[in-house]
């Protein structure tokens, strides 16, 4: 089985994770999640093997689009998970999946407790 990571090639974290990740030689299937944006289903996978209460831990709240469209007030999840979707942007990244665990790379060396 692959790890998957949800990177932006942009992100200095992400590329840290993703060097990181090369350096266990593991087999590694990389997402731009910018180019290819998870689906809601996906996006709430995501979230429980994250172990996340709310789609808004999942969330960039100090992006633009959190901002210009008032989410810090919203409370309904699947309006967050359909912004996350209209706006990937506003996904926390990088995320690594390893089965049925997940961990967000902030700090880098957080992923090694799934691999």
Do not use: W
Request: include cysteine; hydrophobic fraction near 40%; charged fraction near 30%.
């Amino acid at each position: 089985m692959s790890i998957q990571i949800f990177h932006n090639p942009r992100c200095s974290k992400s590329r840290e994770t993703l060097a990181l990740l090369k350096e266990q030689n593991l087999d590694i299937e990389i997402v731009e999640y910018l180019k290819t944006v998870p689906t809601s289903a996906e996006l709430t996978e995501l979230l429980t093997k994250l172990g996340f209460s709310s789609a808004r831990q999942l969330m960039r709240v100090k992006e633009a689009d959190y901002k210009e469209n008032n989410l810090a007030k919203e409370t309904d999840e699947q309006v967050l998970i359909q912004a996350m979707l209209k706006y990937p942007k506003l996904i926390e990244r990088p995320i690594v999946v390893n089965g049925q665990k997940a961990a967000l790379g902030r700090p880098p060396e957080n992923v090694l407790k799934i691999i």
